[in-house]
């Protein structure tokens, strides 16, 4: 962050907060969070739920964003609280933390980089059919990425998200609105239950809302903003909430989407993100050739944000991961945006994944993501229930026994889908 932009915060006291406009006009580092967490993956999960259970799962996409935002602002609170990064936090846990952290944020960049790459791409080939092929397409999605993180600083990623928000909501948003959702129908959907065959269904659901790695990135997007001290609590809190209201009016629109445009026809779509493109076909043949084609711009918002913000905020997060386990002073510039342990991982995120565009994915690399992968939001649940109970956060900002309680259900929820996600990445390669 630059002096300008720190000079431009206005400073709360630490008791009082900011006034209301005033909070409001700073929302930022959570639509960054919103915008980075809510990928086509996402977005496929919930169309799928809807599409095979109807409305029936409609609980667990709630749960699942109240259990995101409970993660975010554990996040946010122990970084404003404690002066300290979330790294800085794992470290002091013992090394274990670092030895799991540093080989897991290596290999997803480099299958991460692929999968957003590609992600970014299919909405622009369906878009223009008779245009470049998908790899061309992703390599240029990764390259304007690449360009976009490199120079600009974090104030003109944040507008870049939010404009990306916002074509998300219009497009998603849009559809639920034309799929004219049976509100009679819905409420059972709010009492918790399980459908036949459905449990895998409910995991990915209630535990895939709103990114993975990315809810750590939050602290880092806090100090980009300049929100580095307690007096920031309760607008984190208030951007925090307002990141996963947004997500969560996105993952219930496509449920709801999935329940009455192909669950109530019984219409089947395609697997992964190419059940996006197939569902803008859909909606073209029940609303118009400009809809669908407005959907695929929505699907490629979703895609590109995604891509961004990751290439910001895990950027920053792999900078103060090799700078602090090298001994680095916090202030240390190679450890910030700009420097050069950020602008390396910038590189490693765009340029050797290109290389799976055009090979078969290898087998051990993607074993090893999916296994490291599965483990990363138990790791944070639970690290965080070990960051917000000691003297590492100052006693007023520690747990209560109600976000103990919270933490202790998102981090036995996630060990289920870590398991469920061991198992797909086992059986998936063998």
């Known amino acids: 962050m630059s002096r300008g932009d720190e000079q431009e915060q206005p400073q709360p006291s630490e008791g009082s907060g900011l006034e209301p406009a005033a909070r409001w006009k700073l929302i930022g580092p959570g639509i960054v969070v919103a915008g980075t967490g809510v990928g086509a993956g996402d977005l496929v999960a919930t169309l799928a739920a809807g599409a095979s259970f109807g409305y029936a799962l409609l609980w667990a996409v709630i749960l699942g964003t109240v259990f995101k935002i409970v993660l975010v602002e554990g996040a946010g609170r122990y970084v404003l609280a404690s002066g300290r990064t979330i790294f800085q936090g794992w470290q002091s846990l013992g090394r274990w933390t670092g030895w799991y ?3 897991y944020i290596v290999i997803w960049g480099f299958v991460y980089g692929a999968t957003a790459m590609s992600s970014s791409a299919l909405p622009l080939v369906a878009l223009f059919p008779d245009g470049p092929d998908l790899k061309v397409w992703a390599i240029g999605m990764g390259l304007v990425g690449f360009a976009i993180v490199w120079i600009g600083r974090y104030g003109f990623v944040e507008k870049l998200v939010a404009l990306f928000v916002g074509l998300m909501f ?26 036949d065959g459905a449990l895998v269904n409910t995991l990915a659901v209630a535990g895939g809302v709103g990114g993975t790695i990315t809810l750590a990135a939050y602290g880092y997007w806090l100090r980009e903003k300049g929100w580095a001290s307690p007096g920031w609590m309760r607008v ?76 910001n905020g895990v950027s920053l997060m792999f900078a103060d991961y090799l700078g602090t386990s090298r001994g680095l002073d916090a202030a240390d510039p190679r450890m910030h945006s700009g420097g050069t342990y950020y602008r390396g991982y910038v590189v490693w995120l765009t340029f050797p994944p290109m290389l799976l565009l055009f090979l078969n ?70």
């Open 101 to 103: 952290f540093g080989p």
């Open 170 to 195: 219009v497009t998603v948003v849009g559809a639920a609105i034309l799929a004219t959702p049976n509100l009679p129908d819905m409420l059972p959907g709010l009492v918790p239950t399980i459908p």
């Open 236 to 311: 984190m809190r208030l951007d925090n909430g307002v990141a996963y209201l947004v997500t969560g009016i996105f993952v219930v629109a496509m449920l709801i989407v999935g329940a009455e445009l192909l669950y109530s026809a019984n219409l089947a779509l395609a697997t992964g993100d190419q059940a996006l493109v197939d569902l803008s076909d859909v909606l073209e043949e029940r609303y118009g050739v400009f809809f669908g084609k407005l959907f695929l711009v929505g699907f490629w918002a979703s895609s590109f944000s995604s891509l961004i913000g990751v290439w």
């Open 361 to 430: 994915e290898p087998v051990g690399i993607i074993l090893a993501y999916g296994v490291l992968g599965a483990v990363f939001m138990p790791f944070l649940a639970i690290t965080l229930l070990g960051l917000l109970n000691t003297d590492r956060t100052p006693e007023r900002w520690r747990n209560s026994i109600k976000g103990n309680a919270a933490l202790g259900v998102c981090a036995l929820l996630f060990l289920a889908v870590g398991v469920n996600e061991l198992y797909k990445a086992v059986s998936g390669v063998l």
